[in-house]
């Protein structure tokens, strides 16, 4: 009798104790999973879209390496998983803003406003980007390094005036991909 | 002046060195020469710096007065007496002012511009700080830029509880909220008075268009309010002040319906009914027809009666009067 009641104590302890690490473990992978995906960026994408449509024809027409592209959207940005969108958002925002818009010369005083409009909403994006990195919520993996490296290598292969104008064109594709990852990581 | 005085001394005193006297001379003339020229340029210079004339002052007292998302710069204006000043506007976003520090954008819509305040709304696109900075025009004479002391964050616009119409259409609740532009969404938040039931919520994309809420029950005072939320600086304005609205029961038009009905009926009936009643009434009272009964009426005439009571009664001869002897005899 005594042996019988010691074994159910035995078994017991047991199922606990294997309840508990399961549901450690949940709790971890949660807060894993939602480390990565949470860093919401607050943009007006309407903005952004409405200022690139209105610049797009005069930009797009003044580039003219057509096959040629910088922000290849097949090889580079659908490739991209999940957990690097953060880095690899951050990374590109930084490649507009360093590069692209400072390598242009605008004389035009419509379109010049057009592209300070998308600058500064791009600076104000990095800025909340920023603060992810901060909290760690923005890793950088090798993939997303490369993915940026790729960007970059491709910048570099033309002439700085017309690299310029043709990322200035392609701004419908890193709006678009942007997008796309806002809306998925609205419905997560 | 004193070297001429020393060179007319030397030619008085020492007749004997003529050829050093005239080098002294040139060396005087030169001199001479040498200042008039610097005189000239020192004062030409004030004159060449200032364009000619007094310089046009710069504006001063800027500063930016910011509500629902549209923001206005103001500053003193330049005043000179018959003269049309203008004024120009440029800005500067934080990423110009980080990256590229010598590029100001004119206005959109202060390049130039006659007000002393210019609506800077469509050149703020971005939550960041700007610079902006004014100058003054006059023909061809510019000012000294003038700056904004403290860059402008379109953040710190002071957001207003929306203006809102709360209308009733019938059984249905209406609310009308004012367009404060494509910025602007609104929170609209909707319950029952004393019902102790609780709060609706619906949101608005867009003011300046009507939008029904909810079909009424009759009973407790429906109360709306509203807030303007601006997601691009992830700001909301305070609630505006409840309005309510009421139906009335609906029972009481129903009673009263059909009663209005079957008084309309009554009215289809009775009054054709009186119309006969009153239509005979007054036949009867003023041209009556008399008939006289059977027992009254005459079968044989008076005369014949008489003469049959007067002869034999076998014979009775049968003598008709005339209808006029008859009526006669009858009055």
Redesign the interface.
Request: with cysteine; aromatic share 8%.
């Given at each position: 009798m005594i042996n019988l009641r010691a074994n159910s104590a035995q078994d017991m302890k047991a199922q606990c104790v294997s309840l508990w690490l399961l549901g450690t473990t949940l709790v971890l992978c949660s807060v894993h999973t939602t480390a990565f995906r949470r860093c919401p960026v607050?943009v007006?994408m309407?903005?952004l879209e409405e200022?690139f449509q209105e610049i797009k024809r005069t930009v797009q027409t003044k580039d003219t390496f057509q096959n040629i592209t910088i922000l290849s959207p097949v090889e580079t940005l659908r490739s991209i998983k999940p957990v690097d969108v953060c880095c690899v958002t951050k990374n590109l925002l930084e490649f507009y803003?360093?590069r692209v818009?400072?390598d242009h010369q605008e004389l035009k005083?419509q379109i010049?406003?057009k592209i300070?409009?998308i600058?500064?909403?791009?600076?104000?994006m990095q800025k909340t980007l920023q603060q992810c990195q901060v909290q760690r919520r923005c890793h950088c993996s090798e993939e997303a390094t490369n993915a940026t490296r790729t960007v970059h290598d491709n910048y570099e292969q033309l002439e700085i005036p017309s690299a310029a104008i043709k990322s200035l064109g392609e701004l419908d594709v890193f709006l678009a991909w942007i997008d796309r990852n806002r809306q998925e990581t609205s419905a997560a | 002046m004193a070297g001429v005085d020393r060179m007319l001394h030397c030619k008085r005193n020492v007749p004997g060195q003529s050829k050093s006297a005239k080098q002294t001379l040139t060396m005087v003339l030169k001199g001479f020469r040498t200042s008039i020229i610097m005189w000239l340029f020192y004062t030409l210079i004030p004159c060449l710096l200032t364009d000619g004339g007094e310089a046009l002052p710069a504006p001063q007292n800027l500063s930016v007065h910011s509500a629902n998302m549209k923001h206005l710069l103001m500053w003193s204006p330049v005043v000179l007496p018959r003269e049309t000043v203008y004024y120009s506007v440029e800005y500067q976003g934080e990423y110009e002012s980080l990256y590229t520090s010598h590029i100001w954008i004119p206005s959109k819509w202060c390049s130039p511009i006659e007000d002393a305040e210019c609506d800077v709304s469509d050149d703020i696109t971005a939550t960041v700080p700007y610079n902006l900075r004014v100058r003054a025009i006059l023909g061809s004479q510019t000012s000294a830029w003038s700056i904004l002391e403290q860059p402008f964050n379109r953040n710190s616009t002071i957001l207003t509880p929306p203006g809102m119409e709360v209308s009733r259409n019938g059984f249905h609740l209406v609310i009308e909220l004012e367009d404060l532009g494509p910025q602007f969404e609104f929170l609209v938040v909707y319950w029952r008075r004393e019902l102790d039931t609780k709060e609706h919520a619906k949101v608005l994309r867009r003011g300046g268009i009507p939008v029904h809420l909810e079909t009424m029950e009759p009973g407790a005072p429906y109360c709306v309010k509203a807030q303007a939320q601006v997601k691009a600086i992830g700001r909301n304005s305070a609630f505006s002040q409840a309005e309510c609205v009421e139906v009335q029961g609906e029972a009481l038009p129903l009673v009263l319906a059909l009663f209005a009905f079957v008084g309309f009926m009554l009215i289809l009936v009775v009054v054709p009914l009186s119309i006969w009643k009153m239509g005979q009434l007054l036949q009867y009272s003023c041209c009556p027809m008399v008939v006289l009964p059977d027992t009254l009426k005459i079968t044989n005439s008076p005369q014949k009666l008489i003469s049959c009571r007067r002869e034999e009664v076998d014979s009775c001869a049968l003598a008709v009067p005339s209808s006029e002897e008859l009526f006669q005899a009858w009055i």
């Amino acid at each position: 009798m005594i042996n019988l009641r010691a074994n159910s104590a035995q078994d017991m302890k047991a199922q606990c104790v294997s309840l508990w690490l399961l549901g450690t473990t949940l709790v971890l992978c949660s807060v894993h999973t939602t480390a990565f995906r949470r860093c919401p960026v607050p943009v007006d994408m309407h903005l952004l879209e409405e200022s690139f449509q209105e610049i797009k024809r005069t930009v797009q027409t003044k580039d003219t390496f057509q096959n040629i592209t910088i922000l290849s959207p097949v090889e580079t940005l659908r490739s991209i998983k999940p957990v690097d969108v953060c880095c690899v958002t951050k990374n590109l925002l930084e490649f507009y803003m360093d590069r692209v818009f400072k390598d242009h010369q605008e004389l035009k005083p419509q379109i010049l406003r057009k592209i300070s409009g998308i600058a500064n909403t791009f600076l104000y994006m990095q800025k909340t980007l920023q603060q992810c990195q901060v909290q760690r919520r923005c890793h950088c993996s090798e993939e997303a390094t490369n993915a940026t490296r790729t960007v970059h290598d491709n910048y570099e292969q033309l002439e700085i005036p017309s690299a310029a104008i043709k990322s200035l064109g392609e701004l419908d594709v890193f709006l678009a991909w942007i997008d796309r990852n806002r809306q998925e990581t609205s419905a997560a | 002046m004193a070297g001429v005085d020393r060179m007319l001394h030397c030619k008085r005193n020492v007749p004997g060195q003529s050829k050093s006297a005239k080098q002294t001379l040139t060396m005087v003339l030169k001199g001479f020469r040498t200042s008039i020229i610097m005189w000239l340029f020192y004062t030409l210079i004030p004159c060449l710096l200032t364009d000619g004339g007094e310089a046009l002052p710069a504006p001063q007292n800027l500063s930016v007065h910011s509500a629902n998302m549209k923001h206005l710069l103001m500053w003193s204006p330049v005043v000179l007496p018959r003269e049309t000043v203008y004024y120009s506007v440029e800005y500067q976003g934080e990423y110009e002012s980080l990256y590229t520090s010598h590029i100001w954008i004119p206005s959109k819509w202060c390049s130039p511009i006659e007000d002393a305040e210019c609506d800077v709304s469509d050149d703020i696109t971005a939550t960041v700080p700007y610079n902006l900075r004014v100058r003054a025009i006059l023909g061809s004479q510019t000012s000294a830029w003038s700056i904004l002391e403290q860059p402008f964050n379109r953040n710190s616009t002071i957001l207003t509880p929306p203006g809102m119409e709360v209308s009733r259409n019938g059984f249905h609740l209406v609310i009308e909220l004012e367009d404060l532009g494509p910025q602007f969404e609104f929170l609209v938040v909707y319950w029952r008075r004393e019902l102790d039931t609780k709060e609706h919520a619906k949101v608005l994309r867009r003011g300046g268009i009507p939008v029904h809420l909810e079909t009424m029950e009759p009973g407790a005072p429906y109360c709306v309010k509203a807030q303007a939320q601006v997601k691009a600086i992830g700001r909301n304005s305070a609630f505006s002040q409840a309005e309510c609205v009421e139906v009335q029961g609906e029972a009481l038009p129903l009673v009263l319906a059909l009663f209005a009905f079957v008084g309309f009926m009554l009215i289809l009936v009775v009054v054709p009914l009186s119309i006969w009643k009153m239509g005979q009434l007054l036949q009867y009272s003023c041209c009556p027809m008399v008939v006289l009964p059977d027992t009254l009426k005459i079968t044989n005439s008076p005369q014949k009666l008489i003469s049959c009571r007067r002869e034999e009664v076998d014979s009775c001869a049968l003598a008709v009067p005339s209808s006029e002897e008859l009526f006669q005899a009858w009055i």
